[in-house]
């Protein structure tokens, strides 16, 4: 007597595979009954219902690692097909030179990612990759870094939490800065650009409907993000007036601008404004000058520099002997 021969099993990986091949080098959008039949890793003339749950997650997923799946209605408008266009797939032809496709595998050689993404948009490029460079540089990793990129790439809301509280925001770029990731965007409830290290998101992030916004033509992300670490934050913004003596005056003012000067002094000294959102990083800043920075104002900045200096002078009793 025959016996049924049972279908091999087929990794989830595997079935992802063949669906995009299936999905890509359709000539027509196909349907559900289609790619079960076709697809391997789908039981074919299996439960509808099961194969329909299968696939939805298979489709979300294959969304969220930012691969376009169109939906259509066929056969008089009675199922939906599915399809992938090669244009939202693969990558256009950049034009590079071979001198210009050397240096970009020079670059991504010398700044290692903790993932491999570098390395698979090479690949994307036809490029391959140069062992010749040593790394100067690591870029910081986040499972969320992919979504918030796939978000900018298709004008779609984000929302997450941040700081314990709900955030909605139409996302404008990306910037690795001093071994963190910026975002920056709309914030919907501040109705203003706001910024957020995406290491200090919480929870999930979420993407609204593509296409809702469109990034302000003034926005430049290499600018986005100010040079000085005292202005980065979501603290409430205040003026700090710090005095400078001694030979590094001149220094100081060269580094945060002549437009920061409010008097100078005949003995050399000079008293500065700056506006800053992160005391801490101000403070740093403003200890590492000892005895030559003064803070004058505000009052609140003054009593965080004398309890740092009575917390440091606790740490480091100096003996009497």
């Known amino acids: 007597m025959a016996r049924d021969i049972p279908e091999p099993r087929v990794s989830r990986l595997e079935r992802l595979t ?36 299968q696939f939805e997650r298979d489709k979300r997923l294959l ?8 939906v259509e209605p066929v056969r008089q408008e009675t199922q939906l097909g599915y399809s992938i266009r090669e244009q939202d797939f693969f990558l256009p032809d950049l034009g590079l030179t071979g001198e210009e496709q050397s240096a970009l595998s020079i670059a991504v050689a010398a700044v290692h990612s903790e993932d491999s993404t570098s390395r698979v948009a090479l690949a994307k490029l036809g490029i391959a990759p140069s062992d010749g460079a040593f790394f100067t540089a690591t870029l910081p990793e986040s499972p969320r870094l992919s979504q918030i990129h796939q978000a900018i790439c298709t004008r779609s809301p984000a929302s997450f939490s941040y700081r314990g509280a709900e955030r909605t925001v139409d ?19 501040r109705s203003e650009r706001r910024t957020y290290r995406v290491d200090r998101i919480e929870g999930e992030l979420t993407m609204g409907e593509p296409g809702t916004f469109q990034i302000p033509a003034d926005f430049e992300v290499s600018r986005a993000l100010p040079a000085r670490a005292w202005e980065i934050g979501e603290g409430d913004r205040f003026l700090a007036r710090v005095l400078i003596e001694g030979e590094i005056a001149p220094i100081v003012v060269a580094s945060v601008g002549e437009d920061r000067v409010e008097e100078r002094h005949d003995n050399g000294a000079v008293t500065i404004v700056l506006e800053a959102v992160n005391s801490e990083a101000l403070l740093s800043w403003i200890l590492g000058m000892a005895d030559h920075a003064t803070v004058l104002d505000p009052p609140e900045l003054v009593r965080e520099v004398v309890d740092r200096l009575d917390r440091m002078a606790a ?6 002997r």
Do not use: K, M
């Open 18 to 53: 063949n669906l995009v091949l299936y999905l890509l080098h359709a000539p027509r959008p196909v349907t559900i009954h289609e790619i079960s039949d076709q697809v391997a890793g789908y039981s074919s003339g299996g439960d509808p219902a099961t194969i329909r749950q």
């Open 171 to 189: 996302p404008f770029g990306l910037l690795c800065r001093n071994g963190a990731w910026y975002l920056f965007g709309w914030d919907h409830l």
């Open 63 to 70: 969304r969220e690692q930012g691969i376009v799946i169109q």
């Open 315 to 320: 740490a480091f009793p100096v003996s009497g």
